[in-house]
């Protein structure tokens, strides 16, 4: 399969708990995007990497919020002493970059935080 | 707060109709695109416009740009229950950056 994956399509956890979600891009592309959605709304964008180096980040974005993608290759998100308005949809997107703006969604990871 | 806004909300219509539905933006862009969203999964990519491109063809999709109004729209002929989804746009005004949808169009075809 030569799609985006994520990994694990659904999380349970707790308030105050951490989560860490997965995302594995299409291997040739070298963007990465992470956008976090809520029901009835559109994705909102969360941050960005080019290769390894996280390019842009959202100033709605909270500090328990953490993203990185060592060698430039597949992605984490981890969310840090979750709360219940954390409960969304992850969506995670690859691109490349001469076809800057045509992304590939992988099939998300729903978040519920009890 | 989001970049694009879909109009309308919702729409239903039978199958064989046509369906249009628009964007309004509020910023220059570098391109536009359109997704679709079935229930439950990721978005998945339709059609992409330049900001220096007018109407673009894609199969039974149509996509019209107009910068000077800010506006796009998406019309989609012959309808089919299978087009029964949510539609985005998203804009995309820092080179590849940063791209914001908007609230989307939850689109029913009724067989």
């Known amino acids: 399969d030569t799609g985006v994956s994520q990994d694990p399509r659904h999380k349970i956890t707790k308030r105050g708990q951490n989560v860490t979600f997965r995302c594995d891009p299409i291997?040739?592309?070298?963007?990465l995007y992470w956008y976090r959605q809520t029901l009835g709304q559109g994705p909102e964008f969360l941050t960005y990497?080019?290769?390894?180096?996280?390019?842009?980040k959202s100033r709605l974005l909270s500090d328990r919020f953490s993203a990185e993608r060592p060698k430039g290759s597949f992605s984490t998100l981890e969310i840090q002493r979750t709360e219940q308005g954390d409960s969304a949809m992850y969506l995670c997107a690859s691109s490349q970059v001469r076809l800057a703006g045509e992304q590939y969604f992988g099939p998300g990871t729903r978040l519920t935080v009890t | 707060s989001q970049q694009g806004e879909e109009d309308p909300q919702a729409l239903s219509i039978q199958e064989g109709e046509n369906a249009t539905m628009n964007c309004s933006y509020k910023?220059?862009?570098?391109?536009l695109q359109w997704y679709r969203q079935n229930s439950g999964r990721g978005l998945v990519h339709l059609i992409l416009i330049r900001s220096n491109e007018r109407e673009k063809h894609s199969g039974r999709l149509r996509v019209t740009l107009d910068t000077s109004k800010k506006s796009s729209s998406l019309l989609i002929t012959a309808s089919r229950a299978a087009d029964t989804a949510s539609y985005f746009c998203?804009?995309?005004?820092?080179?590849?950056?940063?791209?914001?949808f908007g609230t989307g169009t939850s689109l029913t075809v009724i067989p």
């Open positions: 998203a804009t995309d005004f820092s080179s590849g950056n940063q791209f914001y």
């Open positions: 291997s040739e592309h070298n963007r």
């Open positions: 910023t220059s862009i570098n391109n």
């Open positions: 990497f080019q290769n390894e180096a996280q390019l842009e």
